[in-house]
């Protein structure tokens, strides 16, 4: 037990990397010093985020009823989710979209789902350079 | 903020080299080794759009 406790990475060393990495994307990577790579993740997610927003996607809503429903709903409001301050912005400042038929809105929603998706890969490698398992 | 209109090839393009940037950036230890991953992807991403695209067009006769 006191091994396992030894080996697992405290809570501080990787929290501020993963919050502000979730609320602005690339954040984390700002934080470690990895700014080159933190760039292109900023403006990848940004761009991703921003081309949703033109080709104004909808914002998912969570919703449940049949599992299809929920696994699309839920999963798709997560996704928006995780694009931290992008989300939020979009949200306050008014940003509320409905879900119309054609191809360039349904790309919007896609997109926009997209920045969030890829901001959770970002994440993710900004937590594994915090603990130490990357570089 | 304006309306932007791409064809569904020019936004799946976009959507791919986002999409392989990010994947090159996360995945690799070294620099070339992330820059050819995220070309890779992103060649990957474009046989599956023109192969998908022509299989499509294909199927519908």
Redesign the interface.
Known sequence: MATDQAKSPSIGTWAPVVGLGWLLPGGGHFLLKRTG?GT??L???L??F??G????GAMFQPQTGDILTTIIYCGGFLGDLASGLLYLLATWLGYAQPDIAG??HD?GT??LV?AGL?NI??I??AYEIAVGK?? | ??????S?FE??V??AL??S???G??TK?TDADRLRYGVRCFAYFMAALIGLGWLMRLGHG
């Open positions: 790579r292109l993740l403006v990848s997610v761009s991703m921003f081309l927003l033109m080709m104004r191809h360039v790309y896609k997109f997209g890829i890969l970002a993710v490698d990357k570089e | 903020m304006p309306k932007m209109n791409l569904h936004a799946a976009l959507f986002f999409s940037v990010v994947l950036v996360i230890r």
